[in-house]
């Protein structure tokens, strides 16, 4: 037994200089293992037991090695575990493919674990590359790092240049929001994260849905372009291009926006945008449109800049300057405008002008009332005048302090005049078509008070002491024909092909990020919207 002993010790000993010498080829060193055979015809080495060696500065165990020296590929069974101090660990394998001349180790196994400093990939199969430390995955990984997690179908990790490369199926998972996409690149050395394909972004705030993007993980800025959409409770915002800066809580859209809100029913089409997240306000710039659609009646409104908000207390559309809105039977121009939802108030400042029909109505200021979205109450504050033109440069005329029309779908029904009251009305021999104008009645009273049936005047009160003068047509003297204000400027009525132009208007912007605009002051409904 004793002289059985010695001689298989010796023979280790002669194996293991022979192992070593072979290994020491491709600089690759025996470090460990309890049992060694050796076939010298085929050129195959077999260790079992606690093996060990190291190879280029990276150290593999596992439980057994069979090395085939013809190929120059190592083969290793149960618990693989590889290293390099302070650089990375694998281990977690049951199966190795270790190829010495590229230096790549493939390790499959119920779970794969690939951590260095920043993060922990966990897999299946994983092909491992130690000199230049390139690694790949195409059966699946999760991916740890700090607070956030990755998952992909397959997967590329660079660590000397700190790139990621992740494809199909991939599921981004951190605090604040959820990615999922097709293909994600992250540079780690900028911070930034490129994603193609078709990509979701899920948020407490909102939803982003874009073809094409990117996002610094350091600055919390990004970009999103390719059919962009940013959906946030019942408003959705499509753009060109969204740049998006999330530590300021500001969004900038460029070319071709189009943001619908579903709770008031309303569109708005523009070429530049500023979106406050924080007070949900949002800016259109560039020859924006709003529509906000009815089945009764659909209502138009352009200016040179939008403003709206739209929140749990406030819903409001502003624009300004040069407004022009239009509905069926309503078109207007005024300076600048404020619509209020929630109590269906539109105000328009400015030298409003509104036509309905054969009337156009003039004031400081107007205030809509509307009712199922049509206009119920139109009040004139301030040189308040209705002209209605019955013949060229022959005009029924109302004019006051201040005015309440009221109309009843979209016919005016009645006309209250409320100081310094005066009106020019022509009479009709009968209600016909062809009847012809026989008198003038011209009258100056406190208050009056006109009621209208299909648009043609019923009735006429006079409050106070009116003064009133009757005239043949052909006697009515022409320094009495016109009240003092009246403007006729029928040419001035906007077109609904204007609007309709302006909604198919196709513009390319390439993205900056402009400074974010203060905008007007925030202002009550019946108050006139300061410029920025």
């Not at 180790?105 to 690939?114: Q, R, S």
């Not at 409003?352 to 109450?377: A, E, F, S, Y």
Request: proline share 3%; hydrophobic share 35%; charged share 25%.
């Amino acid at each position: 037994m004793q002289f059985f002993s010695k001689t298989f010790y010796l023979f280790s000993f002669i194996f293991l200089f022979s192992l070593h010498h072979s290994f020491a080829q491709t600089n690759l060193e025996f470090i460990s293992g309890e049992k060694m055979y050796g076939d010298e015809v085929n050129k195959i080495t077999y260790v079992v037991k606690n093996v060990g060696f190291k190879h280029n500065g990276v150290t593999i165990y596992c439980d057994s090695v069979i090395r085939k020296i013809k190929t120059g590929f190592i083969e290793g069974f149960g618990h693989i575990y590889i290293f390099q101090p302070d650089t990375f660990t694998l281990s977690g394998g049951e199966y190795l493919v270790y190829e010495e001349a590229t230096k790549t180790a493939t390790v499959t196994g119920k779970e794969v674990v690939l951590n260095d400093k920043e993060m922990t990939l966990v897999t299946t199969a994983l092909q491992y590359n130690t000199a230049n430390q390139v690694g790949s995955y195409h059966n699946s990984a999760n991916i740890l790092s700090g607070e956030n997690t990755l998952k992909s179908k397959h997967g590329y990790y660079q660590r000397r240049s700190n790139i990621f490369n992740f494809k199909q199926d991939v599921v981004l998972t951190s605090p604040e929001y959820t990615m999922y996409c097709d293909t994600l690149d992250y540079y780690a050395g900028t911070k930034t994260a490129y994603f193609q394909g078709p990509t979701k972004i899920v948020s407490k705030e909102n939803i982003i849905k874009c073809n094409y993007g990117w996002y610094n993980t350091q600055t919390e800025k990004a970009q999103f372009s390719r059919e962009a959409i940013i959906i946030n409770d019942s408003t959705a915002l499509t753009a060109d291009s969204l740049l998006y800066d999330k530590k300021k809580g500001i969004g900038n859209a460029f070319g071709n926006i189009k943001m619908f809100d579903s709770a008031n029913n309303i569109e708005v089409f523009g070429q530049k945008g500023l979106y406050l997240v924080k007070s949900k306000e949002t800016y259109v710039t560039m020859k924006p449109l709003a529509i906000q659609y009815s089945d009764n009646d659909t209502l138009y409104v352009m200016a040179d800049t939008f403003y709206y908000v739209s929140d749990s207390i406030k819903r409001q559309l502003q624009a300004y300057p040069n407004t022009s809105i239009s509905q069926k039977e309503f078109q207007g121009k005024c300076d600048s405008l404020i619509y209020n939802f929630n109590d269906s108030t539109i105000g328009l400042f400015g030298t409003p002008i509104l036509w309905n029909k054969q009337n156009q109505i003039t004031g400081d200021t107007m205030h809509i009332l509307l009712k199922r979205k049509r206009i119920h109450t139109l009040t004139v504050i301030d040189n308040a005048f209705l002209a209605s033109e019955i013949k060229p440069l022959i005009y029924n005329q109302i004019s006051g302090r201040t005015m309440v029309n009221s109309f009843d779908n979209n016919q005016l029904k009645s006309v209250l005049v409320d100081g310094n009251a005066e009106s020019i009305y022509y009479l009709r021999n009968n209600e016909t078509d062809t009847a012809e104008y026989t008198g003038v009645n011209k009258v100056a009273s406190g208050r009056m008070r006109i009621n209208f049936d299909s648009s043609k005047v019923n009735e006429i009160r006079f409050f106070g002491k009116p003064e009133s003068k009757m005239f043949p047509v052909k006697d009515f003297p022409d320094g009495e024909k016109f009240l003092r204000g009246l403007f006729w400027q029928i040419d001035m009525k906007p077109k609904i092909e204007i609007f309709m132009e302006r909604k198919q208007r196709k513009v390319l912007i390439s993205p900056s990020v402009p400074k974010p605009s203060k905008g007007i002051k925030k202002s009550k409904s019946n108050t006139k919207p300061k410029k920025k």
